[in-house]
Each structure stands twice: as structure tokens, then as C-alpha cells.
């Protein structure tokens, strides 16, 4: 069964600061989807990452695919308000998405 | 732009009722997909569907069923709502697997 592991759960960030999100998954895959989701809203695709060391990026977020480590991540720098929601990762398991838990992000002044 | 239109937003049950949750999309996709979100847990696929009269379970099935009579509709149906699946149900859709899912705005579902 894969588990896709979301860390952290919550993070509060002042502006201007750099952090990463981090997501690991247990089974092989090399399909790996970010998605954004404001509060009461739906979830907006970010990146889709579909080889072993892609690399996306737009405006102040860039995510990595590392998939001999099951490992991607979602780097932010230079944190503004606009970019709290909370953050997803989803690893594709023969055409089915399984979702991490989500990232809350609040970035203050 | 793919539109993902889900019949309610806001939807308020008893426990025993049959629900029908609606999704349309006006893209042509032949992938659908219905999940629940529950804090914490993040999007657990219930069942999804490749094509017309076609549907196979997700993750979560139980107590669940889907309808998919023409492409361009997917409907979730709780055969006898119980209190355990008051949550948020997002719909979705692709063309392409190894493309990004496209969802819709969510139907808040209360089973009291």
C-alpha cells in the first residue's frame, strides 16, 4: 500500500523568509503532483513532476523530484502572504492519485 | 479553461437517505474521479471511472456507489447515509492520466 508522508503539517512563516516542504512516499513512482488549496476553495494544480530530478518553478515556488529517494519537495522563498493555503502532494499509483495529508502554511508579517 | 461543476455546495441529510452528488464536466474527459476530504487526512479516492459505464472502487468505496450513464457526468451516490461520511466531496477530472486532475468546487455534506 503506498503512503504518501506530508511534513510538516502546519507552518508559520513570517514574510520574507525561505522554508521547504517536504513529501515522502513508500512504493515506486516516478509521477508526483503538487496542488494548492485556499480556504473553502478547491484545489488548483502547481506543478506536475513526471521523471527522476525535474525541476518546476513559478514565481516563489520551485519543486524537485528526487524519485530513487521518494522524495519531492516544494521550496518557497522569500514567503508573502498570498502564498498561505495549504499544500499537496499527490504520487500517482497506476493512474490513481494518493494524497498526502497537506501542508497548512501561514505566512504573517 | 476545463470546468468542473458540482451540483450543491452545501448539502444537509438524515441518516438513512439516499444522496446523490452530481458532477459535470465540459471538457470531454474520459477520467473521473470522486474523493472525500477529511482533516488530517487529506483526499481519499472513493471510486473513479475511465469511461462511460465504466467505474472502478478507490481507496474507500464502502457505502458508496457511482452512476456514469454519459462522459461528461459522474454522480456518487450514498446509498444510506450514515453520519461517518459528513465531510467535503471534490470531483475531478482528466484527460490525460500523467496530466493534472481538474476538480470542482466541493460539495459540503452534513449527515445529522
Known amino acids: 500500500e503506498l503512503k504518501v508522508e506530508q511534513n510538516p503539517l502546519f507552518l508559520s512563516m513570517q514574510e520574507g523568509k525561505n522554508y521547504t516542504i517536504y513529501c515522502n512516499y513508500s512504493?515506486?513512482?516516478?509521477?508526483l503532483y503538487w496542488y494548492r488549496q485556499d480556504p473553502g476553495k478547491s484545489l488548483e494544480s502547481l506543478f506536475v513532476l513526471l521523471s527522476n530530478g525535474a525541476v518546476k518553478q513559478e514565481g516563489r515556488l520551485m519543486a524537485s523530484l528526487d524519485t530513487k529517494a521518494r522524495l519531492s519537495t516544494l521550496h518557497i522563498t522569500a514567503a508573502v502572504h498570498d502564498l498561505s493555503a495549504t499544500y499537496f502532494c499527490a504520487v500517482d499509483l497506476h493512474d490513481k492519485l494518493i494524497f498526502g495529508t497537506g501542508t497548512r502554511l501561514q505566512v504573517f508579517p | 479553461d476545463v470546468k468542473v461543476t458540482q451540483s450543491s455546495r452545501y448539502l444537509v441529510k438524515r441518516t438513512g437517505e439516499k444522496v446523490f452528488l452530481e458532477c459535470v464536466q465540459d471538457m470531454d474527459h474520459e477520467n473521473m474521479f470522486w474523493y472525500r476530504q477529511d482533516p488530517g487526512l487529506g483526499l481519499r479516492l472513493i471510486y473513479f471511472s475511465y469511461d462511460v459505464k465504466m467505474k472502478e472502487k478507490g481507496d474507500i468505496p464502502e457505502g458508496y456507489s457511482v452512476s456514469r450513464e454519459k462522459k461528461e457526468r459522474f454522480s456518487l451516490i450514498l446509498e444510506s447515509a450514515s453520519t461517518n461520511q459528513t465531510s467535503m466531496y471534490l470531483c475531478a477530472t482528466t484527460i490525460l492520466s500523467n496530466q493534472p486532475q481538474h476538480f470542482g468546487d466541493g460539495t459540503r455534506l452534513s449527515i445529522l
Open positions: 512504493t515506486t513512482s516516478d509521477r
